[in-house]
C-alpha cells in the first residue's frame, strides 16, 4: 500500500455539488497539506494541518474546507464547486525534512 | 515569504545534451530546496533536496544541483539528456516558519528531441 493514498483518483462533477477527497497516511507524520496544481502555476498550498486540533488556511482556501479526522485522513471538501476549481489536487505529509505526496485526485468540475 | 522563480516554462534538449533548469528562490533564512519531478499522469517524485550541508546535491536518474547562495540559484543539471528525462519538473523551497510548507515554482516542462 502506498504511503500516502489519495481517493478518488479521477472525478467529474457538476457545478454547484458538494464534493469531498479524502487523504490517508501511514507514515505517522503529524503535518499534512492540500496542494492544488494548475497549468503554468505549479502547485499553491490549500490548507494545512499540525494535527487534529490546529487546521490552518494556506495561499488559496477561498472555497474549500478541511477536516482533520485522525493523525492519518486530512479531507478536503469543496462545498459548492465551480469549474475553476478543476484542477489536480495533492496531499502531502512531512516530517524531519522530507515530505511524502500522494497520486493526486484530478477533479474536473462541469 | 519564500518564494521560488523557474525561469523557462518549456525547455527542449536532443537526446544526448546537457539538460539545464534554472530556479532562483527569495528566502530569508538558510533555505531548504527541493526539486521534483512529475511524469505524464502521475505524481511528484523527489529528484534531489539541499538542506544546508555540501552545496552540490547528486540526486536520483542522474540529476544533480548545485546551491548557490551568491546567486540565490538551485539549478537542476544533468550531463546527458535521456527520451525517458521528458517530464515536468518543479523546484520547491521549504517554509521557515512552523508549517514548514513548500511553496513551489511554476514548473519547467522538459521535452527531449530524439
Known amino acids: 500500500d502506498a504511503d500516502v493514498t489519495q481517493t478518488p483518483r479521477n472525478r467529474i462533477t457538476k457545478t454547484g455539488k458538494r464534493i469531498m477527497l479524502e487523504c490517508s497516511q501511514t507514515?505517522?507524520?503529524?503535518?499534512m497539506y492540500w496542494y492544488r496544481q494548475d497549468p503554468g502555476l505549479g502547485l499553491r498550498l490549500i490548507y494545512y494541518s499540525f494535527d487534529v486540533k490546529d487546521i490552518n488556511k494556506g495561499e488559496i482556501s477561498d472555497g474549500y474546507s478541511v477536516s482533520r479526522q485522525a493523525q492519518a485522513k486530512f479531507s478536503l471538501s469543496l462545498e459548492s464547486a465551480i469549474p475553476n476549481q478543476t484542477a489536480l489536487y495533492f496531499c502531502a505529509t512531512s516530517a524531519a525534512g522530507g515530505y511524502t505526496f500522494g497520486s493526486g485526485t484530478r477533479l474536473t468540475v462541469v | 515569504a519564500q518564494s521560488v522563480t523557474q525561469l523557462g516554462s518549456h525547455v527542449s534538449v536532443s537526446e544526448g545534451a546537457l539538460v539545464l533548469l534554472r530556479c532562483n528562490y527569495s528566502?530569508?533564512?538558510?533555505?531548504?530546496l527541493f526539486w521534483y519531478v512529475q511524469y505524464p499522469n502521475q505524481g511528484l517524485q523527489l529528484l534531489l533536496k539541499y538542506t544546508s550541508a555540501a552545496t552540490l546535491v547528486k540526486g536520483i536518474n542522474g540529476f544533480e544541483a548545485e546551491f548557490k547562495k551568491s546567486e540565490t540559484s538551485f539549478h537542476l543539471t544533468k550531463p546527458s539528456a535521456h527520451m525517458s528525462d521528458a517530464a515536468e519538473y518543479f523546484c520547491?523551497?521549504?517554509?521557515?516558519?512552523?508549517?514548514?510548507?513548500?511553496?513551489f515554482g511554476s514548473g519547467t516542462q522538459l521535452t527531449v528531441l530524439p
Open positions: 528566502s530569508s533564512v538558510p533555505p531548504y
Open positions: 507514515k505517522g507524520h503529524d503535518r
Open positions: 520547491a523551497v521549504r517554509d521557515s516558519g512552523s508549517a514548514r510548507q513548500l511553496t
